[in-house]
Structure formats: C-alpha cells, structure tokens
C-alpha cells in the first residue's frame, strides 16, 4: 500500500515539476537577455547571472511585452533612414500604439484609459541583441532594487509607429532593434523572501509548506522604482505572485554560453517510507 502511494507521489511530483519548468522556461525565452539577474534580499546585492560570484537564490529578468509582439502590434526594428537624434523620434514601421496599449491593458487587467507608454520601456538591443549596457557601471542600467535605470527610456509611441523619446536622459547610441518591456519577473522559494508579506500570506499557504514553495512574482517594474512584492528590501513594492510548485527544496540557476540552465531539488517527506527525492533540469536558450 505504501509502495504504491508513494509511486502515485513521484509521478505526481515529476509531472508538477516538469510542468512548472516549461512555465519557466516560457517566461524565460521572452526576456531581455543582458537584464537577467541573480538577487539576495539578506545583503540586498544582485550581480548579473553570468557574472555570479557567490549564492544568489533568486532569478529576476525583465521581459519583453511578448502578447503584443505576437499579435504584429509592433516589429522591434527602427528605419533608420528617418531618424531623428535632434528630437528624439525613431520611426518603427509596422508598429501601432494604440494596439500595444490596448494589448497592455488586456495583460494588466487595466479598466480605465491609459496609455502603453505608462507602462512599456524602450531598451535597445545592442550589438549582440542581448541589451548590453554601453555604461561601466551595471547596477544602474536597469533600475533593479534602487539603483538607476540608465538604459530604458519613457516613451510614446504613435498609431503610426512613431516612438519618442520623453526621457530625460537620451541614449548615447541608437540600435536598429529594440524591446519594449512591460514587466519584472522573479522565481523565488520562500524562505528567501519575506513570506509575511500581504500577498503571500493572502495565497493561505500552510507554515509548513511555506519555505519550500517556489513563487513566481510579475507586473512590478524596476525602472519605475518598483520591485517584487514579497522583497525584504525596497519601498516601492508591486505586482502579483503565483505558485509554480510546492516541495521544492532547493532552486539553481546558472547562465552557461547564453543559455540558462534552471534546476528545481524537490523533496518529500512520505510517512512510513524513505522521501521522494529527484531532480529536475531545463536549459533555456
């Protein structure tokens, strides 16, 4: 009887498992790659994933506004031929930003009118198509955790495709392709981020499950200032969280060759039997 609850257990915890790896992976295959991050709300640091010199145990990345780009609201590639540096215009054909804004309020839930520009930001692709920083100084590229945010722009974007640029600041170069983003995303387990937070303790999760449960968190967005809504640090806290998996016991991650690899230790205790202990592993590209 025990043999047979606990083969019922592992092929309900491997399809769980499997299952909540391809989430990631979705997630994962749709961010700006140079923004990926690892993060520690103990000493409040974060280094980029393949820069990691110690333990960060949480993932964060920016992700672009994928929805819309699928629907054709916009094609992430300027004419350069009409470029205007003098007042900040950049004319990207085949883009509408009446349709990327109803697109964002769709994702957001959002009722009332609202422009996407209140929402989305312009990161330029660079010259590998990975985001990467033209600046020495990487905390403040993005606006993870305080820092500045350099390297995105406020923008406007017209039914016509013309995108201007409010931002204060201006770019030093301007790339042919560019992402627009419209959200933050972090994977973390709970006992590393503060699981007395409003919007962990309203998902009504048991104290025993709590620290092993990896949590999904979005909508918050960190050239705004903002960050997750269960971070131990920060003051502008926002978006929403999901539970990818309980019983994991440990979550890896690691960037290899411009791929990363995640890695989910799951484990559970079985009554009068030895736990259910087994791994599981997804290379993104």
Known sequence: MIRSYKAKEITKLSLESQIAV??????LSSRVPY????????SDKFQYIGDLTDNKPILEWIGTAHESFTKGDYSEFIDMSTLDTANATLSSKNSDGDKISD??????HISNDIYAEKIVNLIFAGSF?????????YNSSFGWHGHNSI?????????????????TKKPKFIYEKYFLVDTAYAVARGTDINTSSSCISDLNI?????????????NYRPWKGETFCADKNGN???G?????????????????????RINLDINKAIRGASPIHFSKMKVVF
């Open 22 to 27: 391809n989430q990631l992976s979705n997630y």
């Open 35 to 42: 923004t990926t991050i690892g993060y520690d709300t103990e």
């Open 103 to 108: 697109s964002t309020k769709a994702k957001f």
């Open 129 to 137: 198509d990975r985001a990467s920083s033209n600046i020495n100084d």
């Open 151 to 167: 390297e995105t722009y406020d923008i406007t974007i017209d039914n016509n495709g013309l995108i201007t640029i409010n931002d």
């Open 206 to 218: 048991s104290t025993q499950k709590l620290n092993n449960t990896l949590f999904l968190f979005s």
């Open 236 to 238: 502008n806290k926002d």
């Open 240 to 260: 929403n969280v999901s539970i990818l998996m309980q019983n994991v016991d440990g979550f890896k991650f690691e960037e290899l060759d411009y791929t990363i």
